[in-house]
């Protein structure tokens, strides 16, 4: 079956510089990727998706990559601010469903001024 | 504005009895789904449905139920037979019948008492 691998342990960056978070998958090639931000007890908010034909996305301060031979997608965040402070969750599809999305458990940014 | 409303935010459970989760949406979105989020891991799908009185089971249907009697509204019940809710509950909306860029409730925190 599918897995995503997200850094579990939380990822510590100074204010001003680059946050990259990675996901990494296996077994599979994904038609898209998505990347979620979720602040403590509440639910994810979808930032950006990219398609398998993508190599890179952009979105004010946010890029994701996707390489499709490493099975990996790298999600930047740069001029990163304390507001970015968060649990970013990648998730991709699964061919078996439609309307099933693999998760990854996320990866914890705290930006310190 | 448009959104999608969780709740309750707290809902304690007594042994053997059975408790629903409120979901709605007012985005005119067609598809909807239920998540159960636990520390540490990806978020793992409950139920789904995509058109009124229609749905299907994801993952880890076993001891949860659902309806979809109107469009905007798609409540969860944790049954006596689910051994171990304790967890986070989101529920998300989608436009169309695809699981792209999700729009997820503030979520319900179960707990057993």
């Known amino acids: 079956s599918q897995k995503i691998e997200q850094n579990s342990e939380a990822l510590n960056i100074q204010e001003g510089k680059t946050a990259t978070l990675t996901c990494n998958y296996t077994?599979?090639?994904?038609?898209?990727l998505q990347w979620y931000r979720q602040d403590p007890g509440r639910g994810p908010v979808f930032l950006l998706l990219?398609?398998?034909n993508e190599k890179e996305k952009r979105k004010e301060r946010l890029k994701v990559t996707f390489d499709t031979t490493l099975k990996q997608s790298l999600f930047h965040i740069t001029a990163s601010q304390p507001a970015d402070s968060a649990t970013y969750l990648c998730?991709?599809?699964?061919?078996?469903?439609?309307?099933?999305?693999?998760w990854g458990a996320g990866t914890k940014l705290i930006i310190k001024p | 504005d448009g959104g999608i409303t969780q709740s309750p935010k707290y809902l304690f459970r007594k042994e053997g009895q059975n408790v629903t989760l409120s979901c709605e949406q007012n985005?005119?979105?067609?598809?909807m789904y239920w998540y159960r989020q636990d520390p540490g891991q990806g978020l793992r799908l409950i139920y789904y449905?995509?058109?009124?009185?229609?749905?299907q089971k994801g993952d880890i249907a076993e001891g949860y139920s659902v309806s979809r009697e109107k469009k905007e509204s798609f409540p969860l019940t944790v049954t006596s037979a689910q051994k171990n809710p304790t967890a986070f509950y989101l529920c998300?909306?989608?436009?169309?019948?695809?699981?792209?860029?999700?729009?997820f409730g503030s979520g319900t925190q179960l707990s057993v008492l």
């Open positions: 998300a909306s989608t436009h169309g019948q695809t699981n792209e860029k999700l729009f």
């Open positions: 985005l005119n979105h067609d598809a």
């Open positions: 449905s995509q058109i009124v009185n229609d749905f």
């Open positions: 077994n599979y090639s994904p038609a898209y």
């Open positions: 990219i398609r398998e």
């Open positions: 998730a991709l599809d699964e061919e078996r469903s439609n309307y099933q999305l693999i």
